[in-house]
């Protein structure tokens, strides 16, 4: 079982007694809403969330990839949305610290680590999702700029946030395509749906769960982006960078189902112990039961793998393989548990005054976000054959 530090214990913490006193009383209020968070995003500025792994150096805390998913853990259990508000930006400053140049990291990084400056991520396009080699949006040099054309789709945060991390083709003829993919650090006024000339935020794409956070396209349109907002200082690598992020994005949406699959079972386990049926608490119904140790058992084995996946990036070894299966196991748990939670509270799950209903329209998005299950059976099944080649 992993040890965590005091700092750890600390953060999390800290997290959790905020989830408590501000998030859940009114959480499901605000997704029935469709609200943006304003005044919750901006205590989790003050409590340095937005800076959390990134280096001390450029005015973040620098906590690790584990700190990180137990944080995710406690804001899920609240609302899944505020992770979502967190996840893209603690994508973008990875690949800005990891892959960017000194005056990107020096430029970006401690704006990014107060959450002045929130990052989106524009990868998904109408016509490629899964198969991200098929991107259209390319970029040509033109002087001292690129010049962008094309369209993305789905993006979380598309409108707030400043930077949007965007893989476009800068080259289209190479074979295979992703030699020719880069990634470029798109910047834009934070709330403007027309921030410049030839960039159009669109409007916000209406969904059954995952509300507050909002979720955009973006058209470029002869858009201009100087150069220096290259990620790095070579063409042709942004498919590898985005990959590399994506280890990240899959530990976090591990995280997010771990959290709403806590909620869902707390609020389980209480509600079957509060209703009667045939003259007993329907917990001491055996059929009951087997959902409450089902809901548990998958809950922890979810908790397991998404700390195996962070500890071992965190310890700079491979780790696509056991993100993969944290992604691919905790995401399918969320959606059984949060059915079970529904099916426990019988009529009343289907209810907006009870949380499960939230939390089983929440639980969906998670078998598709950062690549579906069946793409994630994929890359397990690729690791596998590498790692047990004959
Ligand atoms: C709420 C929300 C927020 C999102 N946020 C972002 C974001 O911030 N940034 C971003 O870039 N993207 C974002 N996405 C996009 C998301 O990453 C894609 O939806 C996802 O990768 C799937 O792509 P797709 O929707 O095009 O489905 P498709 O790729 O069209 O897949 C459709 C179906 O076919 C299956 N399939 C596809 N290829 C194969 C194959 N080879 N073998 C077997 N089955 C296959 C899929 O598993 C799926 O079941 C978001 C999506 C949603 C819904």
Not at 201 to 228: A, L, S, W
């Amino acid at each position: 079982m992993l040890e965590l530090t005091d700092t750890q214990r600390e953060i999390v913490g800290t997290v959790r007694d905020f989830v408590e006193k501000t998030v859940i009383p009114v959480a499901d209020d605000m997704e029935h809403k469709d609200e943006y968070p304003e005044a919750i995003v901006e205590q989790m500025k003050e409590m340095g969330l937005f800076g959390l792994n990134i280096p001390e150096e450029y005015g973040g805390i620098g906590e690790s990839l584990t700190t990180y998913a137990l944080c995710v853990v406690e804001l899920a259990r609240g609302w899944m949305s505020l992770s979502g508000v967190l996840n893209t930006h603690f994508m973008a400053n990875y690949l800005i610290g990891k892959f960017g140049t000194e005056e990107q990291r020096q430029k970006h990084l401690p704006k990014m680590a107060t959450g002045e400056i929130r990052c989106a991520l524009a990868m998904s396009e109408p016509e490629a999702g899964s198969d991200v080699q098929a991107i259209r949006t390319k970029a040509v040099k033109d002087g001292d700029d690129y010049v962008v054309n094309g369209q993305k789709m789905w993006l979380t945060n598309g409108l707030r946030s400043g930077i949007v991390m965007t893989l476009v083709k800068t080259d289209t003829e190479t074979d295979p395509p992703y030699k020719g993919m880069s990634l470029l650090i798109i910047e834009k006024t934070p709330g403007e749906p027309k921030p410049s000339p030839g960039l159009d935020v669109g409007k916000n794409i209406e969904k059954m769960g995952y509300k507050g956070v909002e979720t955009t396209e973006m058209t470029f349109d002869d858009y201009r982006c100087p150069q220096t907002q290259l990620l790095g200082t070579e063409e042709g690598k942004g498919f590898g960078q985005v990959l590399d992020g994506m280890e990240l994005g899959r530990v976090n949406v591990a995280a997010r189902a771990v959290g709403v699959s806590t909620r869902a079972f707390e609020e389980a386990i209480k509600y079957s112990q509060e209703r009667k049926a045939f003259g007993k608490p329907i917990c001491q119904h055996q059929a009951i039961q087997m959902h409450l140790a089902d809901m548990a058992t998958k809950l922890e084995a979810a908790r397991l793998l998404m700390l195996q996946a962070s500890t071992k990036k965190d310890a700079g070894e491979r780790s696509d393989l056991e993100a993969g299966m944290a992604k691919l196991f905790a995401s399918e748990a969320c959606h059984d548990i949060t059915l079970a939670a529904l099916r426990v509270h019988g009529g009343y799950g289907y209810s907006k005054e009870f949380t499960v209903e939230r939390l089983y329209r929440d639980a969906p998005f998670l078998l598709i976000g950062e690549g579906t299950s069946e793409i994630q059976k994929q890359v397990i099944a690729r690791r596998l054959l590498e790692k047990y080649k004959i």
